[in-house]
């Protein structure tokens, strides 16, 4: 079984400033995780992903995030916020092989930026 | 080129109506999954198709719920009997081949059940 935890339904940030939007998994295999990201009244589009590769993975739009496996962490980066970066966004975790596209999500964080 | 096209984008049924959902996957995916996403909450699995066949329905909440997309290409999920916890967005996804990571979302239906 799986399951992913985002931590804070809402965060705020000034415009400029660090983006931290965390997520925790539980799987009883070696996951695969990513992020998702919902601009309003559009579809679901992907951020970024962690297949067992690299440990540090870069996305779209300058965020990384970074598997740790003894925090069963999976928490998402972005040194400098932009307005057009407000929107919701979702962790997930698949267990991979015949499963890749059964994702478990959690129940998202909607970042707002200030000017 | 398109990306997933669902319709209609927004449904609303009278308790107790049978309702169909349709999504045009991106051409030439293989595999389409169906996902339910109630008010503030994240996306949850439906069901799974790969070309035709359907490879997974463990997500369908029950015997209410059916999904099919008999020439591998539209599918259409239908739920009979409508009762209000159905009220959700119904979120389609396809890939380009089975075991890719990658899913590409449609903007999903909304279904209001009053």
């Known amino acids: 079984a799986q399951s992913v935890t985002q931590l804070g339904s809402h965060v705020s940030v000034s415009e400029g400033a660090l983006v931290l939007l965390r997520c925790n998994y539980s799987?009883?295999?070696?996951?695969?995780l990513f992020w998702y990201v919902q601009y309003p009244n559009q579809g679901l589009q992907l951020l970024l992903k962690?297949?067992?590769?690299?440990?540090l993975v870069k996305g779209i739009n300058g965020f990384e995030a970074e598997f740790k496996k003894s925090e069963t962490s999976f928490h998402l980066t972005k040194p400098s916020a932009h307005m057009s970066d407000a929107a919701e966004y979702f962790c997930?975790?698949?267990?991979?092989?015949?499963?890749?596209?059964?994702?478990?999500f959690g129940q998202g964080t909607i970042l707002t930026v200030h000017p | 080129g398109a990306g997933v096209s669902q319709s209609p984008r927004y449904k609303v049924a009278k308790r107790g109506q049978d309702v169909a959902l349709r999504c045009d996957p991106i051409?030439?995916?293989?595999?389409l999954f169906w996902y339910q996403q109630a008010l503030g909450q994240g996306p949850e699995f439906l069901t799974y198709?790969?070309?035709?066949?359907?490879?997974?329905k463990s997500g369908l909440p029950s015997d209410r719920f059916f999904a099919e997309r008999p020439e591998g290409s539209v599918s259409t999920l239908k739920i009979q009997r409508t009762q209000q916890e159905d009220s959700a967005v119904y979120l389609c996804?396809?890939?380009?081949?089975?075991?890719?990571?990658?899913?590409?979302f449609g903007s999903g239906t909304q279904l209001s059940v009053l």
């Open positions: 799987s009883s295999v070696p996951p695969y």
């Open positions: 997930a975790v698949s267990a991979g092989g015949t499963s890749y596209g059964k994702l478990t």
């Open positions: 198709f790969q070309n035709e066949a359907q490879l997974d």
């Open positions: 051409s030439g995916h293989v595999s």
């Open positions: 996804a396809s890939s380009p081949r089975d075991r890719s990571e990658k899913l590409f």
């Open positions: 962690y297949t067992s590769a690299a440990t």
